[in-house]
């Protein structure tokens, strides 16, 4: 359970209070739109959470829901549910509301570990990583050789000094 | 079949073994995939910079297709129709579909209230696979999909569910009188369409800004403005005061985005450290750059935490800020329309087509701006 919100805890509960208030609404000018032309204005959130849904769909596999929401949307995306060490970061962030640091902030050291989490599960189905491919190392030779090099040259003498300290060290 | 696959920042492949897509409402369709494209904001996904982007994604929100199968609840498409599907996922009922703002659709992303849902764009989007693939499933498909008329090259029918939009309402958001000056920060697509299209609202001078000498080439020729390259003028805001006697740009268009470059606090912090929504360059350009009283329209992409933005000259300068996803789905007749008029050529935007197989190299061709790439277009296997 990652949030414990229900529909009643959405309520706005108008009642139009403001309707005894001298000179409410003389200004109104309804030319005043600074949505133009992007919303067919209706005021259809006046009338609150209150359309006829679509059919709802099934619910088969973990969704995290928004806790500024009270329910799951009609439909949503099935792919990769939350699993592992970055799973329980994903469940932590979503206590939070979309406005909190709380919410954002583990969900990118979610995927951090989600990557690792990537990698080891490709070991373990016996498949290695083709880093070459997967980071387009093909179409950068094709298309940007001499930064290629560069950057291989660059790699390959940090590499060689570390491997240098750590060597030294080891005799010492 | 064949999928795009997310393994990491930078790291994509194309999976052979991906699970075919299942119909899991009576509003869905199946589509079989003919066209998808690389978008620029795909690459905020790829570089890592979206919250919740969970590895094994399939990205590509810019896709048409055939319909294949649809759900019990489908009325308006048939098995065999060719359709451009808009990249907002949207029910067409809810208090903000039913005033046409498909962007923004109250029951299609229960992971945050402040997107709605979009194809293969993180769990911060609703986690559905995207178009990057040889199968699709498209939620809602009586709502958004639009079946490409006869006359139309797919080519341009995959440019108009998010490029063309995108740009066109960037252009409508600006409010743009006849004889307003505008500048676009960003020659990405996105940018150069949003700067064609604004000379149909009927700006008097189009100034597009990027760092990308290529682009900015491409960009004047296509959009028929000026091009300047930020790294030849000094201070952008200062040379943009210059040329419109001191007062600032009626109209500033932000179509860059979290990752734009030229200022090395906001790349550390937005882009490295993601201790803020993106880098915010670009915006502060914009904001910086438009008159008093003006109009700065956002539709680069950011991140959902909070981002550093000169608020204060916001207030003080009386600017209106409009921003919003484009509402495709509300847009699409009048592009059509414009498309076959002749008015717009969206397929001329396209340099790459590229096997979905060859998907790794695609990503980073684009993502690092090699071989003069504008936009790629992945074609899957049997399209």
């Not at chain 2, 589509?31 to 590895?55: A, F, K, N």
């Not at chain 2, 995108?166 to 006849?178: K, L, R, S």
């Amino acid at each position: 359970m990652t949030d414990q919100t229900t529909p009643e805890d959405f309520i706005n509960d108008r009642q139009w209070r403001y309707s005894h208030i001298k000179g409410w609404g003389i200004d109104f000018d309804p030319k005043n739109d600074p949505t133009y032309p992007l919303k067919k204005r209706n005021n259809a959130e006046h009338q609150g959470y209150s359309w006829q849904r679509p059919p709802l769909q099934e619910e088969t596999v973990e969704i995290l829901k928004s806790v500024e929401r009270p329910n799951l949307t009609a439909v949503y995306g099935t792919s990769n549910p939350p699993i592992g060490l970055s799973g329980v970061l994903r469940r932590i962030a979503f206590q939070y509301s979309e406005s909190s640091y709380g919410r954002w902030l583990p969900l990118v050291l979610a995927d951090r570990v989600n990557m690792i989490e990537g990698i080891l599960c490709d070991i373990k189905k016996g498949h290695l990583p083709n880093l070459v491919n997967e980071l387009g190392l093909r179409a950068e030779w094709k298309h940007n050789k001499k930064s290629l090099i560069g950057k291989s040259i660059v790699a390959a003498v940090m590499i060689g000094l570390v491997a240098y300290q750590f060597c030294s060290k080891k005799k010492k | 079949m064949l999928a795009m696959n997310y393994r990491g920042p930078y790291r994509v492949r194309a999976d052979k073994n991906a699970p075919l897509p299942e119909i899991l409402h009576p509003q869905d369709a199946i589509v079989r995939v003919l066209r998808s494209c690389i978008c620029g904001s795909d690459l905020h996904l790829y570089h890592g910079l979206v919250p919740d982007t969970r590895v094994g994604s399939t990205f590509g929100h810019e896709f048409i297709g055939e319909v294949v199968e649809v759900g019990a609840g489908i009325e308006s498409l048939q098995v065999g129709d060719r359709v451009m599907v808009p990249f907002n996922i949207a029910c067409g009922k809810c208090a903000f579909c039913r005033q046409e703002l498909y962007g923004n659709c109250h029951e299609s992303n229960p992971e945050a209230t402040a997107v709605g849902g979009i194809f293969g764009y993180s769990h911060t989007a609703g986690g559905y696979a995207g178009g990057q693939a040889e199968y699709v499933r498209v939620p809602y498909a009586d709502v958004g999909p639009v079946v490409i008329p006869d006359w139309m090259d797919p080519d341009d029918a995959v440019l108009l569910t998010d490029v063309v939009p995108t740009g066109y309402q960037a252009a409508e958001m600006a409010g743009i009188q006849p004889g307003d000056t505008v500048v676009v920060f960003g020659a990405g697509p996105i940018g150069i369409m949003a700067a064609k299209c604004s000379w149909l609202f009927g700006a008097g001078r189009v100034i597009i800004i990027d760092q990308v000498d290529y682009r900015l080439e491409f960009a004047e020729r296509y959009a028929q403005c000026e091009a300047v390259n930020f790294r030849s003028i000094g201070d952008p805001v200062v040379f943009v005061k210059t040329i419109t006697d001191s007062l600032g740009a009626d109209v500033c268009i932000d179509a860059v985005g979290c990752e734009a470059a030229g200022n090395t606090m906001n790349t550390l912090l937005g882009r490295y450290l993601m201790l803020q929504g993106g880098s915010t360059t670009a915006l502060h350009w914009a904001i910086n750059s438009v008159k008093k009283g003006g109009i700065v329209s956002i539709v680069g992409v950011y991140g959902p935490i909070d981002s550093l933005v000169p608020i204060g000259n916001v207030l003080n300068k009386g600017i209106s800020i409009r921003a919003n996803q484009a509402s495709v789905k509300r847009l699409l007749p009048k592009l059509i329309q414009h498309v076959q008029d002749g008015i717009i050529n969206p397929k001329e935007l396209i340099t790459h087509r590229v096997p979905l197989e060859e998907v790794a190299d695609a990503y980073h061709i684009f993502s690092s701006k090699l071989d003069n790439c504008i936009k790629t277009v992945l074609i899957p296997p049997f399209a």
